[in-house]
């Protein structure tokens, strides 16, 4: 092969996915067998096969068991907004940055103790071990699961206070901001990461995706005096969804 050419799958993967692309092949038609692959391009049965890979690991075709592969509806990505504070209106936070969207958002919640992994330890600088609270969310756009959280706050700064269960208690489903300034911390500082990695079996499960397809994640932490009260995970369906930021020019 020489330098800069594609290897003989790619070159037929792509192929295919133009004609996906372009409507040739429409979402529910039946991708072209392994058999019609290989010749149709003069290729070996473990090409076709690598090319087919491609397509699924991509999210373009799906396996139907006992009847074959086909080609998948395409969503079109809505929008996720993603904002500097705002100050309470007595929603929750989730609801409030969806809001001008017209996302009727929901969501679920759960709420344990937890002994924190050495990665959750050093974003809360704490000590891998200490206790912390952490609540799993499913929030859900008109019934569709859009998004899953997982936040964990350190009982050593919320522990015994009227807010120590996020979701419950005078201050239930109100933002971190409020909960902490309830409690005499001042939040000052918010810092989000986002990345993209495989979403793992389960996250998957829960959020309607296809085995191998990637999720956006968010790693969110925010800061009181450089101290940090709260951290989060929330994983997003890339396909489906795209994060957008609207922030304040200061």
């Known amino acids: 092969m020489a330098f800069g050419e594609q290897p003989a799958y790619l070159r037929v993967a792509s192929d295919l996915r133009r004609k996906i692309v372009d409507g040739a092949l429409p979402p529910h038609t039946r991708l072209p067998s392994q058999a019609r692959i290989r010749e149709e391009y003069g290729v ?30 395409r969503p079109v990505p809505r929008r996720i ?3 500097g504070y705002r100050p309470p209106s007595g929603a929750n936070p989730f609801r409030q940055e969806q809001a001008e969207d017209g996302v009727r958002g ?21 000590q891998p071990g200490d206790p912390a609270m952490r609540t799993r969310y499913v929030f859900r756009d008109a019934g569709e699961p859009m998004m899953l959280s997982t936040s964990w ?33 001042v939040v000052d500082n918010v810092v989000e ?18 085995p191998g397809h990637v999720v956006m994640v968010l790693e969110r932490t925010y800061y009181a ?17 795209r994060i957008a930021y609207h922030l304040p020019v200061r």
Do not use: Q
């Open 193 to 210: 990461e986002v990345g993209a990695r495989p979403g793992l079996a389960e996250e998957l499960l829960s959020l309607g995706g296809v």
């Open 153 to 185: 706050e350190p009982l050593e700064v919320t522990g015994r206070t009227p807010v120590m269960l996020p979701e419950e208690g005078p201050l239930g489903g109100s933002g971190v901001v409020e909960r902490m300034a309830a409690i005499g911390i």
């Open 106 to 126: 929901t969501w679920e919640s759960s709420s344990e103790r937890d002994a924190v992994a050495p990665e959750i330890a050093t974003r809360l600088g704490i």
């Open 44 to 73: 070996s049965d473990t090409v076709a096969l690598e090319a087919r890979k491609v397509l699924m690991a991509e999210g373009l075709v799906e396996g139907r068991s006992g009847s074959g592969t086909y080609v998948r509806e």
């Open 81 to 83: 907004a993603r904002s």
């Open 225 to 241: 005096s450089g101290r940090a009260v709260e951290t989060a995970d929330m994983v997003v369906p890339a396909d489906r969804y």
